[in-house]
């Protein structure tokens, strides 16, 4: 039986490949300069044409920018999450995601991000989290006033997740916040008026910041377990009532 032709890789992902692996393997870090077109075309017997084509293959991808003149040449740039991260989100949109499938992962990832900073807090963390809190806490009755406290009760846990120094689980942490994010402002998730919810968070919110700044690991899974359960049990009666409501104000017509 004859094997499938495997293909050839170009020359140019070759390349590209190898910046990569130099990243990890040598801990390159952003500022750091890459080898020249020259030194690329003498070190993989390429032409100009190849290595200038990796090299802007690693520049669509956000990992280098060029310069000019006499310090010319490409450097590492600092890459950030926003930009897969949208991504990522805008390709789960047209999956029809709910509540209830973004708090299956926040029920495992919020407990651990909120075990993982426990003894890295600030003061400066500990009084921007407090704020929240108070913001939060302040009453509020105009539509505006309670989308912006539902975010900044999601903001909360990015707060947290922004001290983790494991760059993997705050980001899953950040991206399952912003996706939650972009589910309460598409489908407003804030309307009508959600006291029972927001009391909740608020309360939640105040004994995690306690246990955090007590350093009680029981107390901090407990209550981040259960404030997860909660809050998935009222997205999901906020997310029926939003959706009765389109029903009403945008009846079906066969």
Do not use: W
Request: charged share 30%.
């Amino acid at each position: 039986m004859l094997k499938p032709k495997r293909k050839r890789q170009k020359l140019s992902d070759m390349i590209v490949e190898s910046v990569k692996r130099s990243i990890v393997t040598e801990a390159l870090h952003p500022g750091d300069r890459l080898p020249t077109e020259r030194e690329l075309m003498e070190h993989f017997e390429c032409s100009k044409g190849t290595a200038r084509e990796a090299l802007k293959a690693l520049e669509v991808e956000g990992l280098v920018s060029t310069r000019t003149g006499p310090a010319g040449g490409a450097y590492l740039n600092e890459v950030g999450t926003e930009p897969a991260s949208r991504a990522l989100r805008n390709y789960l949109h047209f999956q029809h995601l709910d509540g209830e499938q973004v708090y299956q992962l926040r029920k495992v990832i919020e407990v651990e991000l909120a075990v993982s900073v426990m003894g890295l807090l600030s003061d400066d963390d500990y009084s921007a989290l407090q704020a929240n809190i108070d913001f939060c806490s302040t009453p509020e009755d105009s539509e505006e006033g309670q989308r912006e406290q539902r975010l900044a009760e999601i903001e909360f846990h990015t707060l947290l997740a922004r001290r983790c120094r494991n760059p993997l689980l705050s980001f899953m942490a950040v991206f399952l916040n912003d996706l939650l994010r972009d589910l309460v402002v598409l489908k407003k998730a804030y309307l009508p008026k959600r006291q029972a919810f927001a009391a909740a968070n608020i309360d939640y919110h105040k004994q995690l910041l306690l246990a955090l700044r007590a350093s009680d690991e029981p107390a901090v899974r407990r209550l981040m377990h259960e404030h997860m359960c909660d809050a998935e049990h009222h997205m999901t009666a906020l997310e029926g009532e939003v959706a009765r409501n389109f029903l009403l104000e945008f009846p079906h017509h066969p």
